[in-house]
């Protein structure tokens, strides 16, 4: 009977587990601060919506993860401040982020974060670490979805040139 039978929670986490948990732990301090700073200079309101649902998702990652990284032994990264709520009217019109930029972000962090969750599903030994990863990315699938749907809605999404094919005479 080898290390890797029964409860996969009584499992050793290898290198590259803790190395993926520890990283995205750290990604997520610094995701819940910008997106903080996101919607303090957010204007449309189903945006700062949509932005609130993320800075959720990171959180219950973090909390997740957190939890792994210190049954297991492993110090925790640092972790940025909470960022304070800021009204949009004292953030000089020259120094805002303005949405569709915000959106822009966003939708680049959705997709990064798909990669990463699916890299870490691919290597991870640990069938509860796999699984946990499997949760985020369906999380991060979600909110790409709503994210797109606003992006068309809003008129923000910038299509790269589009494929028509035109039959020749």
Same mark, same amino acid.
């Given at each position: 009977m080898g290390i890797f039978t029964g409860n996969p929670k009584d499992e050793p986490l290898h290198y590259g587990e803790v190395f993926s948990i520890w990283t995205n732990l750290a990604t997520g301090y610094g995701m819940i601060a910008g997106y903080q700073t996101f919607y303090n200079h957010a204007g449309d309101q189903d945006l700062k919506k949509i932005i609130e649902d993320f800075i959720q998702c990171a959180r219950d990652e973090v909390k997740q993860l957190e939890k792994i990284l210190k049954?297991? @032994?492993? %110090? !925790?990264?640092p972790a940025p401040p909470e +960022?304070?709520? %800021? +009204?949009?009217e004292n953030i000089p019109p020259g120094a805002r982020f303005n949405d569709p930029e915000i959106s822009a972000a966003l939708s680049m962090d959705v997709a990064a974060g798909l990669v990463s969750c699916s890299q870490v599903m691919g290597m991870a030994i640990r069938e509860d670490i796999g699984l946990l990863y499997a949760q985020f990315h369906t %999380?991060? %699938?979600? !909110? @790409?979805a709503k994210l797109l749907r606003l992006n068309k809605e809003k008129g923000w999404l910038i299509p790269p040139p589009l494929h028509v094919h035109h039959p020749l005479h």
């Open positions: 049954t297991n @032994g492993v %110090a !925790l990264p +960022r304070p709520e %800021a +009204r949009i %999380a991060k %699938a979600q !909110l @790409g």
